[in-house]
């Protein structure tokens, strides 16, 4: 930028294009320099915003750092909503650090402490995305065939079912292959010698999948929760794993930590569970929250936003 440039950096933390570690390197680099920045972070947002008070309060904040530096004027004050927020959302650009990448080449599967065990786990859902809400009602499944676990996840939503079955190696729990159905794309793909191959297919229009993973898959696909729950978890527990995106054939890093314990009531009981961080290690929107029941080892809850989907949030509840 130009001698005497400035700039304001708005940022959704859950931006699948535009990821939060790009918008803040931008940040710091200006602010090194000594350029006037300033810096809104709103933590629900993914690519633009969607919420009517996180618009109002960019175009508060917007309004008051143009008058600031072009010598204008602005509107003071705002409905207390939108004022509330835009405190909530505006970060200090002295305290952005830049986040401290994973070296892939370092990770591989985490051991667990036990295994899976056959059963069948129900879950309702609820996504909301842009104001709207819309029901889930999710199940899990897990069977022991040909010396394997059989994972199958069935997702009911108003617009139809999404099935996805993933094999998991017994013991490690690695994904060793994985199938996904939902309306007319099927994707099936084996996962072995730490190389993805398989094949996409979208109304007939097949995509070939073959990349290099660089190490095993775990906590990926259908059943991740469950396999999650099968770690050595306590408080202060850390992890990094390895999952692949489908849709981008792209391998991302994921960082555990097991944060506390919590007393969590979901339509299946009330249980003293382990609170479960997930979130990118290498600089994506992935974010989510794993509520383990501490004494069965079942998944009771999980709070997860969606980078894919513009940062939509799914909430899903362990039913009897």
């Known amino acids: 930028m130009a001698e005497g440039a400035l700039a304001l950096v ?42 009517p008070v996180n618009n109002m309060a960019l175009y508060m904040s917007a309004e008051k750092f143009l008058a600031k530096h072009l010598g204008g004027r602005y509107q003071e004050g705002g409905t207390p909503e939108a004022t509330k927020r835009l405190a909530e959302i505006t970060v200090d650009p002295k305290t952005v ?5 994973v070296d892939p080449s370092s990770v591989g599967a985490p051991k667990p ?20 809400e819309m029901a889930l009602n999710i199940s899990t499944t897990i069977k022991e065939e040909n010396g394997a676990w059989t994972v199958t996840d069935v997702r009911e939503a ?25 309306g007319p794309m099927t994707i099936n793909v084996d996962f072995s010698g730490n190389k993805a191959v398989g094949a996409m297919n979208m109304n ?20 991740a929760r469950l396999a999650i729950a099968c770690l050595p978890l306590a408080e202060g527990y850390t992890t990094t794993y390895r999952n692949f995106d489908l849709q981008k054939q792209k391998v991302k890093l994921i960082q555990l930590k097991v944060t506390g314990m919590e007393n969590v009531t979901v339509p299946a009981g009330t249980f003293d569970a382990y609170k479960v961080e997930l979130s990118s290690a290498d600089g994506g929107s992935d974010k989510a929250t794993v509520w383990i029941a501490k004494d069965s080892r079942k998944p009771a809850k999980v709070s997860a936003v969606l980078g894919d989907m513009g940062g939509a949030t799914m909430t899903a509840e362990l039913v009897p």
């Open 113 to 132: 402490a036990v295994d899976l065990k056959p059963g069948t786990y129900k879950y309702q859902a609820k996504l909301a995305m842009g104001g709207q």
């Open 97 to 101: 650090v830049l986040t401290k990448k």
């Open 158 to 182: 108003p617009m139809g079912q999404a099935t996805d079955t993933a094999t998991l190696e017994k013991g490690s729990l690695i994904l060793l292959k994985r199938s996904v159905h939902q």
């Open 204 to 223: 007939g229009q097949e995509r070939p999948i073959s990349v290099d993973l660089g190490g095993p898959l775990f906590a990926d696909a259908a059943g």
């Open 10 to 51: 708005v940022q959704g933390a859950n931006d699948p294009r535009v990821n939060r570690a790009e918008a803040e390197q931008i940040v710091i680099a200006l602010r090194d320099r000594g350029f006037a920045v300033e810096y809104l972070l709103a933590p629900d947002e993914g690519h633009g915003f969607a919420r």
